[in-house]
C-alpha cells in the first residue's frame, strides 16, 4: 500500500484526535471563504467515505491535501507525526505537509533529511515559527542554508540538533533580525557566535542556552554584551535557561543588572551559591516569577540573606514557582561540592519555609521529592496565618491561605501527620505522596 493510501485510510478511519466532522466543517469554511471547489459528492470525500483504494481515491486524497487550508495543515501533521511518522516520508512532506506554521519537524520523524530541511526555504521562505529537534544527522551547513532564507522568522527552536554550530547561529544572527524565541538547548553553537547573534537580534524576549558547557562568567560576559555602552541587547529578555552551564555568581550580578525584564530564571547544575547576587545590581532587581536552582551548591548564606532582607527588595518576592530539589548537591559528577554547601537538615528546612512564607505568590515549590529528611513537621507552616486587622487585635481576624497550587514530596519522611497541613491549601491541584508514609 502506497504512502497516499495509507494517509488516506488515516484521514477516513481515525477518530482518535479529531472527529472527521470537525476536518470537514473546517475544509468547508474554506470553500466557502476562499471558492476552492469541493468535491462532487459525499462519496468522493476522503474524510467520510469508506469505499475501495483505486486510481480515483487516490488523486481524491491527493486534490483534498493539496487544497487544505494552511491553518489545518500544521494539525493535521502533528497528528499524523505523532500517531504514524513512518508513514511521512520526504516526498509525502515535502508534496503537501511543509506549509503552513508553525513547522515542526524532529528526530521522531525517519523521513526527515537534509533535503527535507533544504527543502523547506524553497516552499515556506515566509515561516515565522519553525521548530527543528533532535535532528543530529542534519549537518550545519544544511540548517545555515535554511536560516539564511528565513527573513522574517520569530521563533526559532533547534533543541536537541547537536549539528547546529557557528554556521548556523551566524546565518541567524545575519538574517533573522525579528526573531524573539531562540532555543539553542545542547546544540553546538559557540559561545562567541551566540554573542554575535545576541549583539544583532536585539528583540530576543526568549533565550534557552541549557547544556552548552562552554558558557562560563567569561563567554556570559561577551552574551550579555557587558561592556557594549548602549545596553541594548538583551533588556527585552523575560525567559532565559543557562541549565547545565559553568556560570557563577558573576553572570547572576551581570543578568540582574541589564536583563531588568526577566520574570522566568533557570540556572538548575551549575556551581552557582548565591542566587541573591541578582540583588546585587545598584540599579534594577529583575521581579522573578519562576526560579530554577535544582541541584545548585547553595551556601547557608542564601537563606541568611533571604531571612534579613525579609525579601522586600529581593527578586523573589515576586516568585510564583520555585525549584529547589537537591539544593546543596554538586551540579556535575565532576565538580565536586564545597565543604561550605548547603545540606537540607531539619534547621534548614525549617528556615527555608520561614523564609519564602513572605513569598505571598508562591504557588510551586517543586522537585522536593527525594529529600530523606523532609518530615510532616516541615509542613507544618503550610495552615494559614492569622493577621489582626488593627495592632491592638480587636477586630476581627483575617486569616491568609497558602496559594500552594503542587507539592511533590514523593519518597520523603512526611506521615499520617502531614494531612492536617495539606489540607489547609484550598488551592491545591497537584500532589504527589508516593513513597511516603502517608496512608492514602
Not at 505523532?82 to 506549509?99: D, E, K, N, Q, V
Not at 532582607?309 to 548537591?329: C, E, M, Q, W, Y
Not at 564545597?338 to 528556615?351: C, K
Request: contains cysteine.
Amino acid at each position: 500500500m502506497t504512502p497516499i493510501f495509507e494517509l488516506w485510510t488515516l484521514l477516513t478511519r481515525s477518530r482518535e484526535h479529531m472527529a472527521a466532522s470537525e476536518w470537514v466543517t473546517l475544509y468547508e469554511d474554506d470553500v466557502t471563504n476562499h471558492g476552492f471547489a469541493a468535491p462532487v459528492s459525499d462519496d468522493e470525500n476522503p474524510l467520510v467515505s469508506q469505499s475501495l483504494f483505486d486510481e480515483k481515491r487516490r488523486e481524491t486524497t491527493q486534490y483534498w491535501l493539496k487544497t487544505l487550508p494552511e491553518a489545518i495543515i500544521p494539525r493535521l501533521f502533528a497528528v499524523l507525526s505523532g500517531t504514524h511518522p513512518t508513514l511521512l516520508s520526504h516526498g509525502l512532506m515535502i508534496a503537501y505537509f511543509l506549509r503552513g506554521d508553525p513547522i515542526i519537524l524532529s528526530g521522531s520523524i525517519p523521513g526527515v533529511s537534509a533535503p527535507t530541511i533544504q527543502a523547506l526555504a524553497k516552499i515556506n521562505a515566509s515561516l515565522r515559527e519553525c521548530h527543528l529537534k533532535d535532528l543530529n544527522k542534519i549537518s550545519d551547513d544544511v540548517f545555515a542554508s535554511l536560516f539564511s532564507k528565513l527573513s522574517m522568522c520569530e521563533i526559532l527552536v533547534l533543541k536537541g540538533s547537536t549539528k547546529v554550530g557557528k554556521k548556523s547561529i551566524d546565518a541567524i544572527a545575519n538574517t533573522c533580525k525579528h526573531l524573539r524565541v531562540l532555543n539553542l538547548n545542547f546544540t553546538s553553537a559557540p559561545p562567541a557566535s551566540i554573542a554575535f547573534l545576541t549583539g544583532e537580534c536585539i528583540e530576543l524576549e526568549i533565550l534557552k542556552l541549557a547544556g552548552i558547557s562552554l558558557i562560563n562568567d567569561g563567554s556570559f560576559a561577551d552574551i550579555l554584551h557587558i561592556s557594549d555602552d548602549s545596553g541594548i541587547p538583551l533588556r527585552r529578555l523575560r525567559r532565559l535557561k543557562l541549565r547545565h552551564t559553568s556560570i557563577t555568581n558573576q553572570s547572576l550580578k551581570w543578568i540582574g543588572s541589564i536583563c531588568i525584564h526577566l520574570t522566568h530564571l533557570d540556572v538548575s547544575f551549575t556551581p552557582i551559591k548565591q542566587p541573591l547576587s541578582l540583588c546585587d545590581s545598584s540599579t534594577f532587581i529583575p521581579e522573578l516569577e519562576k526560579l530554577s536552582l535544582t541541584s545548585t551548591p547553595l551556601t547557608p548564606t542564601f537563606l541568611l540573606r533571604v531571612q534579613t532582607n525579609v525579601l522586600l527588595d529581593s527578586p523573589l518576592k515576586f516568585l510564583r514557582t520555585l525549584h529547589i530539589g537537591a539544593i546543596g548537591a554538586s551540579p556535575s559528577p565532576r565538580i565536586r561540592s564545597t565543604p561550605d554547601s548547603l545540606t537540607l537538615t531539619d534547621d534548614v528546612l525549617d528556615s527555608l519555609t520561614d523564609a519564602l512564607y513572605e513569598c505571598k505568590l508562591l504557588e510551586n515549590v517543586l522537585n522536593l521529592a527525594a529529600i530523606s529528611r523532609l518530615t510532616s513537621s516541615d509542613l507544618s507552616g503550610l495552615p494559614p496565618v492569622e493577621h489582626f486587622t488593627d495592632e491592638i487585635g480587636d477586630d476581627p481576624a483575617v486569616y491568609e491561605a497558602s496559594p500552594l497550587q503542587t507539592l511533590n514530596i514523593n519518597n520523603t519522611a512526611v506521615d499520617n501527620e502531614a494531612a492536617e497541613y495539606i489540607a489547609t491549601c484550598p488551592g491545591l491541584q497537584i500532589l504527589n505522596l508516593a513513597g511516603t508514609k502517608l496512608d492514602c
